[in-house]
Every structure is written in structure tokens, then in C-alpha cells.
């Protein structure tokens, strides 16, 4: 205690007086740092990749390569988990079940078979990549696009729906 008085006596001396100048008021820019978990899902909202993990009725139903292959090609996983909901009807459509076509991709005047659902996966990312790289980086369109209904705020709806976990 003696020490620490000493201390603060040597420095409470060496402090300027009462009177010394004021430093001038500086001005302070306050930088919103909040940044929520996931995106705002909009028909405008970028579709790149976002950590997402589902839960819910969806955990159950999105399949696990669809997560790790929305990493890869670098695509928003809730916004695909989306688009395969609606396309497969929660993953019961006939050509999900027997073609391993998870988003109605057609050759030509009929669906696309794959040989497994990886695969159909894949080749879904693969066109949402490329419809990212040129230029197609929102909801709407990306969906206007690649469907011919419009679905856009059903994809939205899916999208806050996967998101809470519904």
C-alpha cells in the first residue's frame, strides 16, 4: 500500500495543472458493426454464398452434397435449398425420385436424367454459377431465367421459411 501510494504520489505530480489546454473536441464517425447472421431475403438479394445450416423440417429434407456443393460453387445453400424445395415438392417429385433431377432441368423436350442425386446436383449449381458469373447475381433474376412461371416470391417465402426453420 505504502508503495502504491508513492506511486501515485510521484505521478499525480507530474500531472499538468488544472489550467493546461483543452484539447480540441474531435469529430466521431459511428460505424454500424451489426451484421446479421444471414442476409435480408429479398427478390434483390445477392445469391453468393452464406454460411446457412438447415434445421427444422428442412434438416430433414435438403440433402447434405447440396450444402457442400453450394460451398463449392460458391451459391447462396439456402437459395438452392429453395429452389430444390419448390422444384421437387420437399424432395417427392417423380423426377427428383427416379431421374435425380432436383430443379425440373430439361434436355430438351424432357427432363434431364442424372445417374445420381450428386449429380443432378451438381449440374444444378453448375448452372446457377454460371448464371452468377454472368451477371444473374439476384433472386429475381436468376429466377426469371430459369423458370418459366413466376415463382420468384414463392423462392423468397421457401427461403424465410428454411431460414426459421419451419
Same mark, same amino acid.
Given at each position: 500500500?505504502?508503495?502504491?501510494?508513492?506511486?501515485?504520489?510521484?505521478?499525480?505530480? +507530474?500531472?499538468?495543472?488544472?489550467?493546461?489546454?483543452?484539447?480540441?473536441?474531435?469529430?466521431?464517425?459511428?460505424?454500424?458493426?451489426?451484421?446479421?447472421?444471414? !442476409?435480408?431475403?429479398?427478390?434483390?438479394?445477392?445469391?453468393? *454464398?452464406?454460411? *446457412?445450416?438447415?434445421?427444422?423440417?428442412?434438416?430433414?429434407?435438403?440433402?447434405?452434397?447440396?450444402?457442400?456443393?453450394?460451398?463449392?460453387?460458391?451459391?447462396?445453400?439456402?437459395?438452392?435449398?429453395?429452389?430444390?424445395?419448390?422444384?421437387?415438392? *420437399?424432395?417427392?417429385?417423380?423426377? *427428383?425420385?427416379?431421374?435425380? +433431377? !432436383?430443379?425440373?432441368?430439361?434436355?430438351?423436350?424432357?427432363?434431364?436424367?442424372?445417374?445420381?442425386?450428386?449429380?443432378?446436383?451438381?449440374?444444378?449449381?453448375?448452372?446457377?454459377?454460371?448464371?452468377?458469373n454472368n451477371g444473374l447475381t439476384t433472386v429475381a433474376q436468376q429466377r426469371a431465367l430459369w423458370s418459366e412461371a413466376e415463382d420468384t416470391d414463392k423462392i423468397v417465402r421457401l427461403m424465410e421459411q428454411l431460414a426459421g426453420g419451419e
Amino acid at each position: 500500500m505504502v508503495l502504491t501510494a508513492a506511486i501515485t504520489a510521484g505521478v499525480t505530480l +507530474n500531472l499538468p495543472s488544472a489550467e493546461a489546454e483543452t484539447p480540441a473536441p474531435q469529430t466521431m464517425t459511428v460505424i454500424d458493426l451489426y451484421q446479421p447472421d444471414t !442476409p435480408a431475403y429479398t427478390v434483390d438479394m445477392d445469391v453468393s *454464398w452464406h454460411d *446457412w445450416q438447415p434445421i427444422g423440417k428442412a434438416a430433414g429434407v435438403v440433402p447434405v452434397a447440396l450444402l457442400e456443393l453450394a460451398e463449392e460453387y460458391q451459391i447462396s445453400p439456402v437459395y438452392a435449398a429453395a429452389v430444390f424445395v419448390l422444384e421437387t415438392g *420437399w424432395g417427392s417429385s417423380s423426377a *427428383w425420385l427416379t431421374k435425380h +433431377n !432436383p430443379a425440373g432441368i430439361r434436355c430438351g423436350d424432357r427432363y434431364c436424367q442424372y445417374s445420381t442425386a450428386t449429380e443432378g446436383l451438381r449440374r444444378m449449381m453448375e448452372i446457377m454459377a454460371d448464371y452468377y458469373n454472368n451477371g444473374l447475381t439476384t433472386v429475381a433474376q436468376q429466377r426469371a431465367l430459369w423458370s418459366e412461371a413466376e415463382d420468384t416470391d414463392k423462392i423468397v417465402r421457401l427461403m424465410e421459411q428454411l431460414a426459421g426453420g419451419e
